[in-house]
Structures are given as C-alpha cells and as structure tokens.
Antibody, heavy 126, light 108 residues
Framework: EVQLVESGGGLVQPGGSLRLSCAAS????????MNWVRQAPGKGLEWVAN????????YYVDSVKGRFTISRDNAKSSLYLQMNSLRAEDTAVYYC???????????????????WGQGTLVTVSS | EIVMTQSPATLSVSPGERATLSCRAS??????LAWYQQKPGQAPRLLIY???TRATGIPARFSGSGSGTEFTLTISSLQSEDFAVYYC??????????FGGGTKVEIK
C-alpha cells in the first residue's frame, strides 16, 4: 500500500523558513516522479513543484521560484520542500503527491498525481 | 499559463441522478486533462486522465469526455460517497501544471 506522510508544517512569521518532509513507503520511490501541491484554506488546488526520479530536473510555479527548493533523498525514500522568505499567501495545506502515472506529452515526460499524503498545514502569520 | 475554468461552482443533485460537470481551458490542451475528487478533510484522488481514461479502481459510473478546450465529467448515478469537490487539471503545457477552481457536488 502506498503511503505518503508529510511533516514539518506549523506557524511561521512572514519572512521565515520551514522545511517540509514527506516519508514514502509501499512503492519504488526512486523510480517515481514526486510533486508538492498546496491548498489554501477553503480554496482550490495549486501545483507547487516537482522533481524527476533522479533529482536532475526540478520545476516550480512562478510564485515560489527563488524561494522554495524541492529535493529528494532516494536512499531514505523522502521528499523535501525547503521554503524560505515565506509570505502570508503561502498559507496552505501542503500535499506530497506521487507521479505514478507518467504520460508523454509532445515528447515531455509528464507526471500525474496518483497518490497523495494527508497534508501538512503551513500558516504564515505574525 | 493555461487557465482552467470549471462550472458550475456548486451542483445540487439528488442521489441516483446524473451529474454533469464542465471544465474549460484557456487554450487547447488536446486530451491532456485529468479529473480529481476531493472529499472533506481528505486528500484528492485521481479519477480520470487522458480526458476519458479511468484511473485504477474508479467505478464505471464516472466518465470523462472532451478535447481541445471543452471537457465534461459525468457521474451517471450519484451515490452517497460521490458528494465531493471535483477538480480538473491540465498537463498539456507545463510548468505550471494548473487546476480548475473546482465544482462542489452537493446533495439536493
């Protein structure tokens, strides 16, 4: 059974930093594309970032570029999101999502969001 | 960035009835569209990808159609467990991967 367990959320002041972790089990983590997706309270879903299986490619939504860094440790089956210079608008539940289904779109490897963790809440407020 | 727009925002349906949800893309995404279901307090679940292919374990009452900029998710006979929020998501042109704002299916 696929399990994704996020941790590291909490209350942080604007301008502060947090590091989220996602512990994965029940599947071959090292061969899976991984994503972070967030959901502001009462709002919809927003993709944040993803990382290729070997960590060689990383992509971000514009609003977090230069502030957030996605990384992974395949030996520990873990995914991370380092969040710096946090803003009030970063307040959200952050989900770790496995890109199990991969589709080729015009020659580009594209992951879907097959399995999700339960999320960790990040609140940015003074 | 491709903007995804879902309608209606809320759909009131009686159990056993059909529900039809719409999703529109700001430019063509061909068939590179997925649908997700999210129940209160839970993480989303992948329902459909490739506009019409059901994900593993998804019941046949869920069906997707469309291509280009117009898409539909149909739930043929609503069960109690289907009352939830549904999101469409395009993956034709990324980054960023983008979601619609969601349609809440509620009990009439």
């Amino acid at each position: 059974e696929v399990q994704l367990v996020e941790s590291g959320g909490g209350l942080v002041q604007p301008g502060g930093s947090l590091r989220l972790s996602c512990a994965a089990s029940g599947f071959a983590f090292s061969t899976s594309y991984m994503n972070w997706v967030r959901q502001a309270p009462g709002k919809g879903l927003e993709w944040v970032a993803n990382i290729k299986q070997d960590g060689s490619e990383k992509y971000y939504v514009d609003s977090v570029k230069g502030r957030f860094t996605i990384s992974r440790d395949n030996a520990k089956s873990s995914l991370y999101l380092q969040m710096n210079s946090l803003r009030a608008e970063d307040t959200a539940v952050y989900y770790c999502a496995r890109g199990g289904t991969i589709v080729m779109v015009r020659g580009v490897v594209t992951p879907l969001f097959d399995d999700w963790g339960q999320g960790t809440l990040v609140t940015v407020s003074s | 960035e491709i903007v995804m727009t879902q309608s209606p925002a809320t759909l009131s349906v009686s159990p056993g009835e059909r529900a039809t949800l719409s999703c529109r893309a700001s430019q063509s995404v061909t068939i590179n569209l997925a649908w997700y279901q999210q129940k209160p307090g839970q993480a989303p679940r992948l329902l459909i990808y490739g506009a019409s292919t059901r994900a593993t374990g998804i019941p046949a009452r869920f069906s997707g159609s469309g291509s280009g900029t117009e898409f539909t998710l149909t739930i043929s006979s609503l069960q109690s467990e289907d009352f939830a929020v549904y999101y469409c998501q395009q993956y034709n042109n990324w980054p960023p991967l983008t979601f619609g704002g969601g349609t809440k299916v509620e009990i009439k």
